[in-house]
């Protein structure tokens, strides 16, 4: 099986499944859901190159719940599974529970 290794700022995310039922209990058919929004961290870059040549510590690691924006990243298939490959500024919120 071949894992994912993020250069820089980027982080790869396993898609979370979107919402099978609405807010107010009707069960939505594929067409209707919306594009998911929520992923799992599954793995993270070093962090970007600062100007002084240090690199920047991600504020995301692995295993964070973290909301992104509809249309972010890019979508790859490695060994058959899904992920999302974005940079970290387009990774709106943590999810803390």
Known sequence: ???????????????????EMSSGGILLPDTAKEKPQRGKV????DGKLGK??????????????????KYAGSDVKVGGEDYKI?????ILA????
């Open 52 to 69: 002084d040549g240090k690199r920047l510590k991600l504020d995301v690691k692995k295993g964070d719940v973290v909301l992104f924006g």
């Open 1 to 19: 099986m071949a894992s994912l290794r993020p250069l820089d700022d980027r982080v790869v995310l396993k898609v979370l499944d979107a919402e």
């Open 86 to 90: 974005l940079r970290e500024n387009e």
């Open 94 to 97: 943590r999810v803390e529970e």
């Open 42 to 45: 599954t793995a993270v870059g």
